[in-house]
């Protein structure tokens, strides 16, 4: 029996719990939350959790006291310490847990903080995240002995990303790379793979700093990736491989200092597995370029469009069976060879291994698909209470209309010049929207059919 805790409103996200420590997140709602996920986890049967964290300043603390609240529950809570998120996910295969916690504010900045968890191999989201919150306000836990366990689990994590390049071998010459872990919680995987890859190698922000003193961390948005680039040019290196925050988000560039999107990455990772697996789906967000999805349909495979969020991705791919996905933001799922879930640093030893059977590396993988022009993701502000009504009211007329929409996650229009998106934001008051053509002119046309449909609804699209 508890005293019940009412998490900050702010704090309870769609795929996630998160919030800016101090303010909408604290100590004790990590130790509210151990309580209501393991009762939760209790109540399902379970009597295993592994824990870890990333290398935020705050996440120490908040770790402390998850794990007291998870242990003071009845559960057996094996530690597997500072690392990435998928370090945190390989544990509980590998430990054979009934649930995992990781304390990680992802690629958000370093006064944020969270947790993402996986209950039974399945991601907690959605309605399992209300269900967590509402056993927090009623204060009604489960008790019992627990027990504390500290489990490290780097080495074997690090051995299982090598396995790959074990069985299958990187090919001679092995590509030159430069790796940036941003400063985040991939730095110390990163330093141990380096050191078992074959060729030549660079490691820049290595070091674990929750500050992110160098760029903030997210290999998303190109202005993080300057140092990078100079890096792999001023050392004439084959091409830079990125992570995010917590080493779920992967990006990359070429020796052209091309940024390689989280779609490319995926067309080019496609290839091999649909060698291996002839006809699997292959599924991609709803932000995607139509290039993939070509892609994907050109090497003999079946091409899904699925909704933004890695847990509603990763659902999928259990749905489907798809051996493979992944989304703009550059989380790469692969089931292929591996577990589903969304590892960064496996995702580029895979890409070190498709790069190494093509001369030319990277960037001549990148130049095999046909160049389109787009915008970056457009993100502007829309009232919580009316960002899914502009999406409904831009799909009626549009479907008034006759035009191609597909409505998997927002609106997707299908025109003679390419294709434009609006979808909500599942975790901000922000309209999403993207644009692409073949050609620049056929971009500008896109771009003011959408603002024409959103000015409809009273919103003004972003001149960027």
């Known amino acids: ?87 945190l996910y390989y544990s509980v295969f590998a430990y054979e847990a009934d ?67 074990d069985e299958l071998g990187i090919v001679e010459p092995a590509p030159s790379v430069v790796w940036d872990p941003g400063n985040g919680a991939a730095g110390d995987v990163v330093r141990a793979l380096v050191k078992r890859l074959p060729g030549r190698h660079d490691i820049i922000n290595g070091r674990i700093d929750g500050t992110f003193p160098a760029h903030h961390p997210d290999p998303t948005v190109e202005e993080n990736l300057a140092q990078l680039k100079e890096t792999v040019a001023l050392g004439r290196f084959d091409m830079g491989i990125a992570f995010d925050g917590d080493g779920d988000r992967i990006g990359a560039i070429d020796s052209m200092g091309r940024v390689v999107w989280g779609d490319q990455l995926l067309a080019i990772l496609a290839r091999d597995v649909l060698a291996d697996e002839p006809g699997a789906t292959i599924i991609a967000d709803v932000k995607a370029s139509r290039v993939l999805f070509d892609r994907i349909a050109a090497l003999g495979g079946k091409p899904l469009m699925w909704k933004t969020g890695h847990s509603l991705i990763k659902t999928k791919m259990v749905e489907t069976g798809a051996p493979l996905a992944g989304e703009m933001s550059g989380h790469i799922f692969f089931k292929h060879r591996y577990y589903g879930f969304d590892d960064a640093l496996y995702a580029a030893i895979r890409l070190l291994l498709a790069v190494s059977r093509r001369e030319g590396g990277l960037a001549a993988l990148r130049d095999e698909l046909p160049e389109v022009v787009n915008t970056p993701e457009l993100r502007f502000p829309c009232p919580e209470d009316r960002k899914f009504a502009v999406i409904g009211e831009v799909s009626e007329r549009l479907k008034a209309n006759g035009a191609i929409v597909d409505v998997t996650d927002g609106v997707r229009v299908t025109t003679d010049d390419g294709w434009w998106l609006l979808r909500a934001s599942n975790t901000q008051d922000v309209l999403v929207a993207r644009c692409e053509a073949a050609d620049r002119a056929g971009l500008d046309r896109l771009r003011k059919e959408l603002a024409a449909q959103l000015r409809l609804s009273h919103v003004e699209l972003p001149l960027s």
């Open 99 to 165: 649930a995992g916690i990781m304390v990680t504010g992802s690629h958000n900045p370093p006064d944020y903080n969270g947790f993402k968890m996986t209950l039974k191999g399945e991601a907690v989201y959605g309605e399992r995240i209300q269900e967590i919150g509402r056993i927090a306000a009623s204060g009604v836990f489960a008790s019992g002995t627990g027990r504390v366990e500290e489990r490290p689990v780097l080495d074997a994590y690090v051995d299982r990303l090598m396995k790959d390049v």
């Open 1 to 87: 029996m508890g005293t019940g805790h009412h998490f900050d409103r702010t704090i309870l996200r769609e795929y996630d719990i998160r919030g800016i420590v101090g303010t909408t997140l604290a100590v004790d709602d990590a130790r509210a939350l151990g309580q209501a996920f393991g009762t939760l986890v209790r109540q399902l049967g379970g009597r295993r959790i592994c824990v870890g964290y990333d290398g935020r300043i705050s996440s120490p603390a908040l770790e402390g006291a998850l794990v007291e609240g998870l242990a003071g529950t009845g559960l057996v809570v094996e530690r597997v310490g500072l690392g990435p998120s998928p370090m």
